[in-house]
């Protein structure tokens, strides 16, 4: 099994990381600095949506770092324009604000709540979140995640949060008062195990939110720009929310978020949202690159395909290995495995030359390139099927798992 990283380079350690040294990527190919290749199912946590180093995006790239790269937010720059009106064109809202990480979107989307609130609501600012949600590692977006790990962290956490129940309309219901301004929902719950919000637990949300004059707001830095097999995550329960944030696919690769908002909704003033990077040509040039590919004719209905194949042999491997559910829509899903072995399972496809995450221990969380090829899911799945085979028969010593269940699109 690799052995973790000596402390062999002078960035910080944050995390156990693997001794090798990753060095270039390909599709759905990493190689590390000795050569070895790897099969990526992680693809930079569902950031590398066109897979690693895809043509268009340094296409991209180069054209634009010939002609400008930073003008100054000050300033009106074309490309931010031509991804802004981009994103306007293929959702249902009206303004965007670009920037660089789906936390700094989110912390945008908490001010413009707030910004809401003074405006329309006599200064309201609560915001409901839900348990085990995860929207980034400020301040603010730690304070609105429901990870358990989080609690208690980097006291004191900014005030004006409160955690209802995921799936579970009446525990938001019981939370609303007339200090609440909004509820923030991810459409499927990635960190958490890639859980996914019911669409009918999604339309409740939108007619409370109707109801009590409150911004529906979510968060798909995990699920839009196509990870769904829909263009964003929301689509699919048929609802139209008041504010969206996205990043990591809409980038490729690069840092590029954005905040999205309805014209009802986007009442900044200004000076209150902001930032050197915000808008900035070289991302957004990539990000409208991205989205061209991701939203062409035939692209989603390809990754709705592939997607399929996926799941379809995972519940296969459920089966033969008496492991757990099989959840997930589109190129994003999760293997519950019934007990522990997530660890030692991505440790071991590491050395086998497979990346793979495991974001619980009981659970692995799949999420690669979206142009994935048929023959890359084949030969994850028999390299996942050949590692199974090493590390279930000690956890058939302890009993079956539940009977696995295919979970593709919750009502
Ligand atoms: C749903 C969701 N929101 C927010 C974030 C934070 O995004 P970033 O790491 O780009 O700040 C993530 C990252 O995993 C996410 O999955």
């Not at 994103?87 to 990480?101: G, I, K, N, R, T």
């Amino acid at each position: 099994m690799s052995a973790p990283s000596p402390r062999a380079s002078a960035l910080m350690d944050l995390a156990p990381r693997p001794a090798p040294v990753m060095q270039r990527g390909q599709g759905s190919w990493l190689y590390d600095e000795d050569g070895k290749a790897y099969l990526d199912f992680v693809q930079g946590w569902a950031v590398n949506s066109l897979g690693h180093c895809p043509p268009v995006i340094g296409e991209a790239l180069a054209a634009q770092s010939r002609r400008l790269i930073s003008p100054s937010p000050a300033y009106h720059n074309d490309a931010a324009i031509a991804l802004a009106d981009a994103l306007v064109s293929h959702s249902p809202f009206d303004e965007v604000f670009l920037c660089s990480s789906g936390a700094e979107a989110n912390e945008g989307a908490i001010k413009l709540a707030r910004r809401w609130g003074v405006e329309h609501r006599g200064g309201a600012h609560d915001i409901i979140t839900f348990d085990d949600a995860f929207h980034g590692r400020t301040l603010a977006t730690m304070a609105a995640s429901g990870k358990p790990q989080f609690r208690g962290l980097f006291t004191p956490q900014p005030a004006g949060f409160v955690k209802a129940r995921f799936n579970d309309i009446e525990s938001v219901r019981a939370l609303i008062d007339e200090r609440t301004v909004a509820v923030m929902v991810e459409p499927i719950q990635g960190e958490a195990g890639v859980v996914p919000a019911r669409a009918d637990f999604l339309r409740e949300l939108r007619a409370l939110a109707d109801a009590h004059r409150l911004l529906l707001i979510v968060d798909e830095i995990q699920t839009g720009v196509g990870r769904t097999g829909d263009r964003w995550g929301f689509e699919h329960a048929g609802i139209r929310p008041d504010v969206m944030t996205i990043g990591k696919g809409i980038g490729g690769g690069v840092p590029l978020a954005a905040l999205l908002a309805t014209r009802h909704a986007a009442c900044f003033r200004h000076g209150d949202q902001g930032g050197t990077y915000v808008g900035n040509p070289l991302m957004a040039a990539i990000g409208k690159a991205v989205l061209d590919q991701v939203f062409a004719p035939a692209f989603l209905a390809n990754v709705r395909d592939r997607g399929r194949r996926l799941a379809d042999g995972l519940t296969a491997l459920s089966h033969r290995h008496g492991l757990g559910e099989v959840r997930g829509r589109g190129l994003l899903w999760a293997l519950d495995l019934g007990e522990p072995i997530g660890t030692e399972l991505v440790s071991r496809a590491f050395d086998a030359g497979l990346l793979l995450n495991a974001p619980r221990p009981h659970l692995l969380r799949l999420m690669p390139a979206l142009n994935v090829g048929e023959e890359e899911i084949d030969r994850m799945l028999a390299m996942l099927d050949a590692l199974l085979n090493e590390v279930t028969p000690k956890r058939q010593r302890g009993g079956q798992a539940s009977a696995p269940r295919a979970n593709g699109v919750p009502e």
